[in-house]
């Protein structure tokens, strides 16, 4: 059974930063395309950052420069570095596996919550 753990979150200040992680249990990344995405209160769920096996990126625009997605496969954890957060990006974050060239999440974590103060 795939399982997704997320961590990392927290809250900070405007411009400062946070990396999340995501620990998978076997051969996800291989098998998968990846992404992060995030739900805040009343708002849809987003997707914000992609891989895909081949390690190409996607990003939605308004983190691009400012969030990088990677992933370690030898460790089979998914990373989301994010800089120069704004309030805007005060959200749950959670990490799936996703269909290739969408945005649709499958299995999925639990989510870490991410608050950024003005």
């Known amino acids: 059974q795939v399982q997704l753990v997320e961590s990392g979150g927290g809250s900070v200040q405007a411009g400062g930063s946070l990396r999340l992680s995501c620990a998978a249990s076997?051969?996800?990344?291989?098998?998968?395309?990846m992404g992060w995405f995030r739900q805040a209160p009343g708002k849809e769920r987003e997707g914000v950052a992609g891989?895909?096996?081949?390690?190409?990126?996607s990003y939605v625009d308004s983190v691009k420069g400012r969030f990088t997605i990677s992933g370690d496969n030898a460790k089979n954890t998914l990373y989301l570095q994010m800089n120069s957060l704004k309030p805007e990006d005060t959200a749950m974050y959670f990490c799936?596996?996703?269909?290739?060239?969408?945005?649709?999440?499958?299995?999925r974590g639990q989510g870490t919550q991410v608050t950024v103060s003005s």
């Open positions: 076997g051969y996800i990344f291989s098998s998968y395309c």
């Open positions: 891989i895909d096996r081949d390690g190409s990126t």
């Open positions: 799936a596996a996703r269909t290739c060239g969408t945005w649709r999440p499958g299995y």
